[in-house]
């Protein structure tokens, strides 16, 4: 099964796709950490894709593609994965499934206002170590600053500053939200209320979730 998770910045897409991860077993594939990973270390895909993610827009098409090919061919994702963040044009969404053509494809659409967003990464934080994500509302870390994981001193995203996260809503709307027309239009899109609790968000995902694997395994047997 592949799991897709559409959503504006902020809707919830890594906390959603890390539950998924731990309770599904699925991997998940986060566009935003492995070019901000790649960007930490300075790779050439890094230095190219610093500016764009840094003016809160896009980065090209061809270089996130190939960023989640190379990911594909890992290995560990023939039992099905989780995109977290990717698609985001219908150009990436077309080279997706040219990509990997296996059709049992359950899009996930996490809605959440804008004031909601706003607030939530205002109070983001991140372990540059292990990209562990805190809120200081919602999930804060134990000790002040700290990650619980490793007591690395945690930081803001640079894009979470309110003008780049204007801008990233406004790049949301412009060129990924008419993904949720195209994946409803196939029969994939599932839309789930985000601007509640974590727990309230997730069992939302599961009955999704649950319902199309019994679906699958109905679909297997009649085979
Ligand atoms: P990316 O890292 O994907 O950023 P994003 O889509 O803007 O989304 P966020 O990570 O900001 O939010 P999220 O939905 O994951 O929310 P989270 O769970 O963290 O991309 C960054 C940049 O990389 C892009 O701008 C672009 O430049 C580039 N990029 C990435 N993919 C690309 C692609 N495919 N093509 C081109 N460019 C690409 O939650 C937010 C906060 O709220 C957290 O603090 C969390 O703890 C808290 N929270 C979550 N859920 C709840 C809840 N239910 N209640 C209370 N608090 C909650
Ligand atoms: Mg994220």
Known sequence: MRVILLGAPGSGKGTVGELIERVYGLPRIATGDLLRRAVQEKTPLGRKAAESIGRGGLVPDDLVV??????????????????????RTIAQAQSLEAMDPRPAEVVIDIEADE???????????????????????????????????????????????????????????????????YYAEKGALHRVAGGGTVDETFAQVRQVLDRALAGAGKEQTAR
Request: glycine share 6%.
């Open 115 to 181: 004031e909601t967003i706003i607030g939530r990464l205002e109070a983001r934080r991140l372990c540059p170590r292990c990209a562990a994500v805190y809120n200081l509302r919602s999930q804060p870390p134990r000790r002040a600053d700290l990650c619980d994981e490793d007591d690395e001193t945690l930081i803001r995203r640079d894009d979470d500053h309110p003008e780049i996260v204007r801008k990233r809503l406004r790049v949301y709307h412009e060129q990924t939200e008419r993904l949720v027309a």
């Open 66 to 87: 190939a960023l989640v090919r190379e990911r594909l061919d890992a290995g560990d994702t023939g039992g099905g994965y989780v995109l977290d963040g990717f698609p």
